[in-house]
C-alpha cells in the first residue's frame, strides 16, 4: 500500500507563487495514475489536476489551468504542484491521491477511482 505525505503549503499573498511536493513511500510512484485535489471546510472536494503514470493523460480544471502545473519524478518517487499567480480563492487544504487504475483518462476530478491519500497541506492566498 502507497503513503502519500504532501509538503510545500504556507501563506502567500496574491499574485504569488508555491510548489507543492508528494512524496510516496511503499510502492513506486511509477505504478499510479496521481492526482491533486483541494478542498475548503464546509465544501465539497475538488478535483484540480491528473496526471497519468506514462505521462500521456495530463489533465487541468479550468480555473487553474493557465496557472498551476502538475508534474511527477519517478526516480525520485515525488508528484509535484507548482502553482502560480495564486488568487485568493485558491486558499485550501491541497492533497495528493494515488489511483493504479488509469483514473486520468476517466471521470477522476470525483476523486472515487482514487485509493490512498495524502494527510494535506494548507495554502492561504491572503488578498
Known amino acids: 500500500q502507497v503513503q502519500l505525505v504532501e509538503s510545500g503549503g504556507g501563506l502567500v499573498q496574491a499574485g504569488g507563487s508555491l510548489r507543492l511536493s508528494c512524496t510516496t513511500s511503499?510502492?513506486?510512484?511509477?505504478?499510479?495514475?496521481m492526482g491533486w485535489f483541494r478542498q475548503v471546510p464546509g465544501k465539497e472536494r475538488e478535483g484540480i489536476a491528473c496526471?497519468?503514470?506514462?505521462?500521456?493523460?495530463?489533465a487541468y480544471i479550468s480555473s487553474v489551468e493557465e496557472r498551476f502545473t502538475i508534474s511527477r519524478d519517478n526516480a525520485k518517487n515525488t508528484l509535484y504542484l507548482q502553482m502560480s499567480l495564486l488568487k485568493p480563492e485558491d486558499t485550501a487544504l491541497y492533497s495528493c491521491?494515488?489511483?493504479?487504475?488509469?483514473?486520468?483518462?476517466?471521470?477522476?476530478?470525483?476523486?472515487?477511482?482514487?485509493?490512498?491519500w495524502g494527510q494535506g497541506t494548507e495554502v492561504t492566498v491572503s488578498s
Open positions: 496526471i497519468s503514470r506514462s505521462e500521456d493523460i495530463i
Open positions: 511503499g510502492s513506486p510512484l511509477s505504478a499510479y495514475d
Open positions: 491521491a494515488a489511483a493504479s487504475d488509469d483514473a486520468c483518462a476517466g471521470s477522476w476530478r470525483s476523486g472515487g477511482q482514487f485509493r490512498a
